[in-house]
Structures are given as structure tokens and as C-alpha cells.
């Protein structure tokens, strides 16, 4: 029950983004019913243990957060041969019936709370459909942000046999007063024997709330990989997930985390075996420094009919300030027998005698200090096949460690 | 020791826990629970008025709280009806406060403890016993030895008229407030009988003390306190054993165990709960430990339609340490959830938790555990292990740890598997001539030796036993 935060959008609002765009019925019915649903909605589940409550976000003021009419950005495209790019608005015209077959096919649009919120309100988004065996260049998408919310929506479809990079990065543009608001709802179909690697790297300003869900299905055979870096924002809230439909089928969600200052991040990889002869494989490295807060959850469920089942799961914290707290739960859901499955989480500091090592090699302290951070994210770096993303992220890491 | 073995090894297990006994008693309360029902059970224990004033509070903490229904995965407690239960049920025995003599004892009911087993243990091995059946203690013995040293052992509702002050002072207050959950505050307001034990400053028990809790009559709660103060430089072992036949009605267990572990003090508290397959088990169980004390929980869940328990331990003094042992064996029909909390809240504190849960024939098991490291518990350190094996297709095994950590120098690690009995250790085994019954219950066996080693060898053994009669019959 939302009554908390009721932000004042109407149902006219919704029209008018409906028809600004020129949409067919079937969206503007979606948007509309997601409207309606937002008075039973629950918002996101956040883990609570006795006593506390990992991560508040019904205390946000959502009022003031979210102003549908004035959406604004900037978007840039990379053209990939192999791979249609296309902003969502020009996809449902060129091709309606794909668009209208998978939206809402891997994220309920009715989630919860903060999903059907967005789904009334989008008025962004990307479209990227690669066809049967193909391999696509890799496709990069920049959005900045320039108003005091946005909503984006990414669709992802790999057909059978076909292959996909793509790199999402978010920040933020023009200065508003007070909050911000972001949300963004990335869908991923990959068909039979189909490859995707989805890379998101998020750098919003330190006054943005921000909801993400992305989430994909595999098919027989296919390969759905998900690298989600966070670097800025107040508060974000990040689902990653990947269903594993098809035999053979195979996921491996990478994250990476840098908080500072205030910054709250509330991380979530779950993976769910569907069918025979799945594997996956989370890795999540994270560092907190001044009052940051990380928040992680880990999921691996296996179902009763997931018979030959790999699944594994590693997280580590490297806290750097006795202000900042990391709390982490990695979740086993085993429903059957045949399985190999481990998950194993730490927290720590830099490590004292790495420390004194580089230090008695003549490194003053800090630098010392800041060479083990660099370190510390190596083997999350390594897992990603972009080599922009890649450097993106160790460009955002240095950064933060200067400051 | 070998004799204890052998004789252990001899009795028919199984008849021991599950046969039952005409029910026979002197009082026992309405089913239901009312202000009324409170106020008898405590006029029946001719309590002081403070201690029904703290039942009478417990009794509108318990209405004023909702069942936990939201926990994820969480056993189903939609059967578990307040107004289904007999909470108080008076054995009919002549002592109150527990016989010294088994001889003492009404016929039937020294029948039943000694076919479970434990005068032959007390001879043996035990520097104390007491026996609760239905509602009160009706046996409780300790050696001399300890009585001279000043060592308490007796039943708690003794304790309440011969240790006020003690009690007035720990009895769910700091450890344990009624207020902690709902089944808690339902303990707060009914509790009757359970163990009082008070070791003085560094006073060694060397053998352990122990109690064996047996619910008899069919559809009772049964809600026995135990509270354990262990002072400065002390060291005690505590065991606990229940049991109870099984009825077609569904019993509910609600213990509430609260340890003060002192200054440099040791104590170790051993469950082997074997409750039958209708018994609800929703305990409550702490330990505050002082500086340079440590807390031992070492818990075997083998019986219970449903088991709740989480074992936890405040460490509060500095270079404070706890260690959980815990094995769950989920068998048709029963959901464990167990595991372990454990609250870091000084520096230098250490801990290690060790859990090994086995499911089979549609049972499940959940570790549920947490760790809290607050701020300025610095050097503090927690290793986490958990460690699930599954039978079969239709069983589930989950874990489910969470992590609050508020400190950055600590060292902090978790580790779980979850794997299937190796087809390759089983082929293995046959080819050496074990048949497959034999080589899973050997390969089990070895899967819990780490628990099994830290108890005493009459309890191994014991859980030994158990395991092999869940398993027998319902593999191959």
C-alpha cells in the first residue's frame, strides 16, 4: 500500500506522454493499468532483520521527486552494424509487433511500486534487436539526464544463434535544485543458443535516487551476462537477474560498487535455474569509504527441475572507513539434489601486511592504499569484454580515489 | 565409557522416543489462554507477585503481537492455534520441585526416563540431571560435590521461591524480554518448570549437567525457562534432550533458555531435540557474554514438524567468543529452520558458526543466521560455515545468511555448499562391501563428524542413532 508517497500524476499526463509520442493502444493500456495498480502496489522489498531495515525507501519523498512533464536528456547512439538500434518510440513504429510481443515479457511492468511507476511514465528508451546469427558490433548508449526525473526503458532481443554487446551508461547533465529521480527498466530476450553481454555503468549525480531493474531470459543454450557498475547516485536500488529458461543455459552477473560520502547502495544478483544443465556465476566486489553504505543480496535458486545445476556466488566488501557499513545476505534456494552450489561473502580492510609491504617498498601510504583499491577490482574488471566499459570504470575508480 | 556405548547401542531407539503413556495428571489448565489461565498457573506455583506481574505483561505483549508470517521461506504456523493448547499440565507427583530419588517417581513416568535412557546416563556421566514431564520438573538430582561448592541446579520454579533475587534480577529482562517475539512473550506468560543453574566464581563442573525435557499428553505446550548463570572464571556444560510421542494433534514446544556468561567464564549448551514429527518447536535461546568469556551452542535438530531456533549471543565484553555447532536432518514432512545470531558489541570479539543440514523425502532445512559487527567492535572476526547435503529431488535445502557489518577492521567471511550425496563415495563404499544403505549412512556419519566430535560420546552416539533411523528403510 503506497499511500505514503502518492506523487500527484494524472491520469492526463499519462495521455499526453501516450500521444506526444503518437503510441498505439496496447502501450498507453499498459501505462494506464500501471497507473491504476500504483494504489496496491508494494513497493520493492527491502530485507529487514530484527530491528532494522537494510534499505528505507518509503521515507523518500516521491512528490517532489518525480515531475512527469518536463522529462528531458540526451541520448547518443553508437550505430552497430549486425544490430538495430533503435530509440523505443521509432521501434514500436518500424516494428510494432516485436515490440508489443516482448515488452513487459521479462519485467513485469506491474512489479511493484516503483516499476509500474515507471512504466506509466517513461518517455525514453532504446530498442535493440539483433537478428537469427548474427554477430553485432558492440552497441553503446549515453544517457544524461537533465531534469528532475527521467524514466528509461531498454529492451534487448537476441535472436537465435545471434551475438550482442551493450554498453548503457547513465549520468547527469544540467543542474536541478534538491533531488532527482532516475528509473530504469531494461528488458533482455536472448533465443536459443544466443549470446548477450549487457554492460550498464550508472554515474548519476549525488543528488539522484535511483530504481533499477534489469533483467534477462535465456533460452536453450544461451548466455545472458550483466555487468552493473555504481558509482554515483544518493540511493540506488539495483536488481539484476536472469532466469534460466532453456537446457544448457548459462548467466554470470558481475557488480562493482564504489561509495562514498552518504551514498547508499542497495545491490541486488539473483539467478534463478529453470531447466537442466545451467550454470552461473555471481561475482560482486564492492568498496565503502566516509559514511557509505552498501546493501547486497544474492540469490541462486535452483528449481525442482533444474537437474545438473552449477551456481556460484562471491561477494567481498572492502570497507575503508570505520564510518560506512556493509551489509550483505547471499541466499541458497536448493530444490534439487543434483547440484553443485557455493556462495561464500566477505568484509574487510586493506590488508595490513600488503599494506606494509608497498609501504617499505618506499609507496607513501596513500598511494599504497589507493594501488589495493585498483587492485581490489581487478578481477570484477577482468570479467568485462567491453574495453570502454572497462576503462570507464577504472577512469570512475582513480577518480573517486583523488578525491 | 564403552559400557555407555554398548548400552546405548542395544536399546531400541526408536521405542524409546516413541512410545506414549496414559495421560495422568493432578492439574491442568483449560486449552486457551486467558488472563485466568496465567493466574492460575502461577497461584498453582504459589508465585511471588512480581513474577505474575511479568506474566501478566508478557501475556499483552503476546496479544498485542502479530505471528511472524513474513520471514522468507518461513515454516507455516497458520496451524499453530493458541486456543488448541493445553499450556499447563501438573504431573501428578507428590514432590514439587522434582523427586531426588528416582525411586520416588510414580511408576509410569520412571518407566518413561528409563527407557529413555537417562538415570543410566546420570550414573554415568552427568554431574547433575533434572527431568521435566508434561509442565514441571518431577526429578533432579546433583552430585554432592557440586552442592558443597556452591552450585545450583534445580528446577526454575524453585529457584523462583529459593533464588529470588537472582532470578527477579536475569529472569527475562535483560537476555530475553518478552518483547523479543511473539512466541517469546507467550513463553513470558506460561512458562512453567525448566533448569535454574548458578555456578560460582571460578568453579569448574567437570562432567556436564543435564536436563530432558518429555511432553507426554497430547495437544500441550510445553514451556520450560532455563536460565544459567555462570560467574566470573566458571565453567559449566548444559544438556538438554526432549522428546515427545507422537498424536494426531499438533503440540507446541516454546522453550525460553537465558545464559549470563561471566568474566573469562566458559559455558557450553547442548541440544539434542528429537520432538515428535506434530510438535511445533519455536524456542528462544541467548547468551550475554562478558569480557573474555566464551559461549558454546552446540544444537542437533532431528525431530519437530516445524523447528524455529536461532541461538544467539550478544557478545559484549571485549575478547568476548562464541561458537555455534548446529546440524539439522530434515526427514518427510518437517521443516527445520534453524541457525544463528550473533551480536559482535566490543572490540576483539570473535566468532564461529558451523552448520551441516541434511534433507531428505520432501523435508527441508534453512540455515537462517546473522552477524552483527557494530561500530567500534574493531579486530573482531566471524567465519561463517554452512554446509548442506540433499537425497533427494523432492527435498529443499536453503541458506539464508545476513551480514551487518558497522566496523571496517574485522574480518569477516562466509562460506556455504550445497551438494547431493556423491554417487562416486556410494559406488566407492559398495565396492568395498557396504550396501547402500550402509555406505549413505556412513558418508552422512561423516558429513556431521565435526558436530558430533564436540559432544559428549553418549550424545554422539545418540545422534548417531537417529540419523540412522531417519534414514532407514527410505533409501535404495
Same mark, same amino acid.
Given at each position: 500500500m503506497s499511500t505514503q508517497v502518492h506523487p500527484d500524476i494524472s491520469e492526463q499526463q499519462v495521455r499526453t506522454i501516450s500521444e506526444t509520442e503518437d503510441e498505439p493502444e496496447w502501450l498507453l493500456e499498459t501505462r494506464l493499468d500501471a497507473l491504476a495498480a500504483l494504489d496496491e502496489l508494494e513497493m520493492p522489498e527491502v530485507i529487514r532483520t530484527p530491528g532494522r531495515t537494510w534499505t528505507n525507501l518509503t521515507d523518500l519523498d516521491y512528490e517532489t521527486l518525480v515531475d512527469p512533464e518536463t522529462q528531458a536528456e540526451e541520448k547518443e547512439w553508437v550505430d552497430a552494424e549486425g544490430a538495430a538500434v533503435l530509440p523505443i518510440h521509432e521501434a514500436v513504429e518500424q516494428h510494432p509487433e516485436l515490440v508489443e510481443e516482448r515488452f513487459g515479457s521479462v519485467v513485469d511492468p506491474q512489479r511493484n511500486y516503483l516499476t509500474a511507476l515507471s512504466t506509466a511514465l517513461f518517455t525514453t528508451g532504446t530498442v535493440i534487436h539483433v537478428p537469427e546469427g548474427t554477430a553485432a558490433e558492440d552497441v553503446k548508449i549515453r544517457t544524461t539526464m537533465n531534469s528532475r526525473s527521467l524514466f528509461n526503458y531498454t529492451l534487448v532481443v537476441a535472436e537465435e544463434s545471434a551475438e550482442v554487446t551493450i554498453l548503457e551508461r547513465q549520468s547527469t547533465g544540467e543542474a536541478v535544485d534538491g533531488h532527482r529521480y532516475y528509473s530504469a527498466t531494461v528488458e533482455v530476450v536472448a533465443g536459443n543458443n544466443a549470446s548477450v553481454q549487457y554492460g550498464s555503468l550508472q554515474n548519476l549525480s549525488e543528488e539522484t535516487y535511483n530504481y533499477q531493474v534489469k533483467r534477462g531470459h535465456a533460452a536453450d543454450d544461451a548466455s545472458v551476462e550483466f555487468i552493473d557498475g555504481n558509482i554515483g547516485s544518493r540511493l540506488s536500488k539495483s536488481s539484476v537477474e536472469t532466469r534460466l529458461l532453456g537446457e544448457g543455459s548459462e548467466s554470470r552477473i558481475v557488480g562493482a560498487f564504489f561509495g562514498h560520502d552518504e551514498q547508499h547502495f542497495d545491490i541486488a544478483s539473483r539467478v534463478w535455474h529453470e531447466n537442466e544443465h545451467t550454470t552461473a556465476d555471481l561475482v560482486t566486489r564492492g568498496v565503502l569509504d566516509d559514511e557509505a553504505r552498501s546493501v547486497y543480496e544474492g540469490v541462486q535458486d535452483v528449481g525442482s527441475a533444474a537437474w545438473d545445476t552449477s551456481s556460484y556466488q562471491r561477494e567481498n566488501t572492502l570497507m575503508l572507513s570505520d564510518e560506512s557499513e556493509a551489509d550483505a545476505s547471499p541466499k541458497l534456494i536448493i530444490n534439487n539434489h543434483d547440484t553443485e552450489a557455493s556462495h561464500s561473502a566477505t568484509v574487510g580492510q586493506v590488508d595490513d601486511e600488503e599494506l606494509f609491504y608497498m609501504t617499505s617498498r618506499g609507496l607513501d601510504p596513500e598511494r599504497a592504499t589507493d594501488m589495493l583499491v585498483e587492485g581490489f577490482f581487478v578481477p570484477v574488471l577482468e570479467e568485462v569484454a567491453v574495453d570502454e566499459l572497462r576503462e570507464d570504470l577504472e577512469d570512475l575508480v582513480a577518480e573517486r580515489l583523488r578525491n | 565409557m564403552s559400557s555407555d556405548q554398548d548400552h546405548l547401542q542395544e536399546t531400541d531407539t526408536e521405542a524409546r522416543f516413541e512410545f506414549k503413556k496414559e495421560e495422568k495428571s493432578a492439574f491442568e489448565t483449560e486449552k486457551g489462554l486467558t488472563e485466568e489461565t496465567v493466574r492460575l498457573i502461577s497461584e498453582d506455583k504459589d508465585e511471588p507477585e512480581w513474577m505474575l506481574e511479568r506474566r501478566l505483561r508478557a501475556l499483552e505483549q503476546y496479544q498485542e503481537m502479530p505471528m511472524p508470517t513474513d520471514w522468507p521461506g518461513q515454516p507455516d504456523l497458520s496451524e499453530v492455534d493458541i486456543d488448541e493448547i493445553v499450556p499447563y499440565i501438573r504431573p501428578d507427583i507428590e514432590t514439587r520441585g522434582g523427586a531426588e530419588e528416582w525411586e520416588d517417581l510414580p511408576e509410569e513416568i520412571q518407566d518413561t526416563f528409563d527407557k529413555l535412557g537417562i538415570p543410566e546416563a546420570e550414573k554415568n556421566a552427568l554431574s547433575g540431571v533434572g527431568a521435566q514431564y508434561e509442565s514441571e520438573i518431577v526429578y533432579q538430582n546433583m552430585q554432592e560435590r557440586w552442592e558443597e561448592k556452591g552450585v545450583v541446579f534445580c528446577d526454575m520454579d524453585r529457584a523462583v521461591q529459593e533464588h529470588e533475587d537472582l532470578v527477579r534480577e536475569h529472569f527475562m529482562t535483560?537476555?530475553?524480554?518478552?518483547?523479543?517475539?511473539?512466541?517469546?512473550?507467550?513463553?513470558?506468560?506460561?512458562?512453567?518448570?525448566?533448569?535454574?543453574?548458578?555456578?560460582?566464581?571460578?568453579?569448574?563442573?567437570? /562432567?556436564?549437567?543435564?536436563?530432558?525435557?518429555?511432553?507426554?499428553?497430547?495437544? /500441550?505446550?510445553?514451556?520450560?525457562?532455563?536460565?544459567?548463570?555462570?560467574?566470573?572464571?566458571?565453567?559449566?556444560?548444559?544438556?538438554?534432550?526432549?522428546?515427545? *510421542?507422537?498424536?494426531?494433534?499438533?503440540?507446541?514446544?516454546?522453550?525460553?533458555?537465558?545464559?549470563?556468561?561471566?568474566?573469562?567464564?566458559?559455558?557450553?549448551?547442548?541440544?539434542?531435540?528429537?520432538?515428535?514429527?506434530?510438535?511445533?518447536?519455536?524456542?528462544? !535461546?541467548?547468551?550475554?557474554?562478558?569480557?573474555?568469556?566464551? /559461549?558454546?551452542?552446540?544444537?542437533?535438530? /532431528?525431530? @519437530? =514438524?516445524?523447528?524455529?531456533?536461532? *541461538?544467539?549471543?550478544?557478545?559484549?565484553?571485549?575478547?568476548?567468543?562464541?561458537?555455534?555447532?548446529?546440524?539439522?536432518?530434515?526427514?518427510?514432512?518437517?521443516?527445520?529452520?534453524?541457525?544463528?545470531?550473533?551480536?559482535?558489541?566490543?572490540?576483539?570479539? =570473535?566468532?564461529?558458526?558451523?552448520? !551441516? @543440514?541434511?534433507? =531428505?523425502?520432501?523435508?527441508?532445512?534453512?540455515?537462517?543466521?546473522?552477524v552483527h559487527i557494530a561500530d567500534g567492535a574493531e579486530d573482531s572476526k566471524t567465519n561463517v560455515e554452512c554446509d548442506a547435503l540433499m537425497f533427494d529431488n523432492e527435498s529443499t535445502s536453503d541458506t539464508m545468511p545476513y551480514m551487518e557489518i558497522q566496523e571496517n577492521e574485522v574480518d569477516v567471511a562466509h562460506e556455504a555448499t550445497v551438494g547431493k550425496i556423491g554417487d562416486e563415495d556410494v559406488f566407492y563404499l559398495q565396492s568395498r562391501g557396504l550396501d547402500d544403505d550402509d555406505a549413505k549412512q556412513m558418508i552422512v556419519a561423516g558429513f556431521i563428524e565435526p558436530i558430533t566430535e564436540e559432544l559428549p560420546i553418549e550424545y554422539a552416539v545418540e545422534l548417531n542413532r537417529l540419523i540412522e533411523l531417519e534414514m532407514e528403510g527410505s533409501l535404495g
Open positions: - | 535483560t537476555c530475553v524480554p518478552p518483547s523479543d517475539n511473539k512466541f517469546a512473550a507467550l513463553h513470558g506468560a506460561v512458562w512453567s518448570g525448566g533448569s535454574f543453574v548458578y555456578v560460582p566464581e571460578d568453579t569448574t563442573v567437570e /562432567m556436564p549437567v543435564q536436563a530432558y525435557f518429555r511432553m507426554n499428553s497430547e495437544g /500441550m505446550g510445553q514451556f520450560e525457562h532455563t536460565l544459567i548463570i555462570a560467574e566470573e572464571g566458571s565453567e559449566v556444560h548444559y544438556i538438554e534432550g526432549c522428546s515427545a *510421542p507422537k498424536y494426531s494433534a499438533f503440540n507446541l514446544h516454546s522453550g525460553g533458555v537465558e545464559v549470563f556468561v561471566g568474566e573469562n567464564a566458559h559455558v557450553q549448551y547442548s541440544t539434542v531435540q528429537n520432538w515428535s514429527k506434530n510438535t511445533y518447536n519455536l524456542n528462544t !535461546k541467548r547468551a550475554i557474554c562478558e569480557a573474555d568469556g566464551t /559461549m558454546e551452542w552446540v544444537s542437533g535438530s /532431528m525431530g @519437530s =514438524k516445524a523447528t524455529m531456533l536461532y *541461538p544467539s549471543t550478544v557478545l559484549k565484553g571485549p575478547a568476548a567468543t562464541d561458537n555455534h555447532i548446529t546440524i539439522a536432518f530434515a526427514g518427510e514432512g518437517q521443516n527445520i529452520d534453524t541457525g544463528a545470531k550473533v551480536y559482535h558489541n566490543a572490540p576483539d570479539t =570473535k566468532s564461529t558458526i558451523e552448520s !551441516k @543440514s541434511i534433507s =531428505k523425502d520432501g523435508g527441508r532445512t534453512n540455515y537462517r543466521g546473522l
